[in-house]
Nanobody, 123 residues
């Protein structure tokens, strides 16, 4: 199974932006939907966004809708998460994963999550 590797995290002030990337470590992603989740210290994993293989269908958690945008470039075998208008409550470790299921809008719909990249938003 291909292991996702995330990058692009960092420290940003509230209201700022970051763009996360997810690429496979060795090999290529399957022709599956992909998604992002996040986990803050002491909290459970939270679904953030999902995207179909074609990119034509996307899902977002209510907490990020209108601020985050998920996209993918299948030619580059990469999935992105553009995060704008960041808030301190967005602070978490963000991970990506594939979904072989027809649904991809819940954490349980996805395969193994990557190690993640840390996003810290200061107030």
């Amino acid at each position: 199974q291909v292991q996702p590797v995330e990058s692009g995290g960092g420290l940003v002030q509230a209201g700022g932006s970051l763009r996360l990337s997810c690429a496979p470590s060795g090999g290529t992603f399957n022709s599956y939907a992909m998604g992002w989740s996040r986990q803050a210290p002491g909290k459970g994993r939270e679904f953030v966004a999902g995207i179909s293989w074609s990119g034509g269908t996307t899902y977002y958690a209510d907490s990020v809708k209108g601020r985050f945008t998920i996209s993918r470039d299948n030619a580059k075998n990469t999935v992105y998460l553009q995060m704008d208008s960041l808030k301190p409550e967005d602070t978490a470790r963000y991970s990506c994963a594939e979904s072989a299921r027809h649904h991809y809008n819940e954490v349980a719909d996805f395969e193994t999550w990557g190690q993640g990249t840390q996003v810290t938003v200061s107030s």
